[in-house]
């Protein structure tokens, strides 16, 4: 997410792909003032190591619920045992307490239910919904920490009660808008 005026920029998850991210950033010149983590399964923090690298002692922030994945290494999962990165200062997302990121403010709504400290993050008219909600499905529940009826709870109380222009981009495929997901999520009559 870049702020055309000012550069400055947050980057939403550490990806399997951090190299794309950080040539972007690079193109746009933009400013990295934090990378914003929707939660810690690993194909979202994987690459917060080469962030980390190519940007310096940036911000990184996730929810209290699972800062100790990224303070201890402790893998999210029970059921994917793997070492995750290890990052010592983190800052928290709070629910209803805004997150700025230079000239960025984005509104934290925690999402949980895919994992506990699972969160959205609406900025203007969009909304970075993690693995909580996808264009056309929802998040996988079935996890050990999972929870389907928290999961379905966020989604409707949280996310679908948004204006429905909002443009959502999800962790994984298309970008839809609140309306659509409103109207056609078939996970979500
Ligand atoms: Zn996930």
């Known amino acids: 997410m870049l702020d055309s005026d000012s550069g400055d920029a947050a980057i939403i998850d550490a990806n399997l792909e951090p190299s794309a991210v950080i040539e972007v950033a690079r193109e746009n010149q933009a400013k990295v003032r934090a990378i914003i983590l929707t939660h810690t399964d690993l194909d979202h923090i ?10 310096g002692p940036v911000q990184v922030a996730v929810h209290g619920a699972e800062r100790d994945v990224l303070t201890s290494g402790r893998p999210l999962r029970r059921e994917f045992a793997v070492g995750h990165p290890k990052v010592d200062q983190v800052l928290d997302l709070v629910e209803g307490e805004p997150f700025r ?4 403010e984005f509104e934290v709504l925690h999402t949980p239910g895919h994992s506990p400290g699972g969160v959205s993050l609406r900025i203007g008219d969009l909304v970075f919904t993690g693995d909580a909600l996808f264009a056309g499905s929802i998040g996988r529940s ?9 999961l379905l709870e966020a989604i409707k109380g949280k ?4 204006p ?15 309306e659509q997901e409103r109207r056609t999520n078939p996970f979500l009559g």
Not at 164 to 178: D, M, N, Q
């Open 101 to 104: 990121a230079g000239t960025l």
């Open 164 to 178: 429905g222009g909002i443009v959502v981009y999800s962790g994984h495929g298309p970008a839809t808008t609140i």
């Open 142 to 150: 079935d996890f050990s920490n999972s929870n389907p009826d928290e």
């Open 159 to 162: 996310l679908l009660t948004l």
């Open 46 to 55: 994987a690459g917060l190591v080469d962030l980390l690298d190519a940007f």
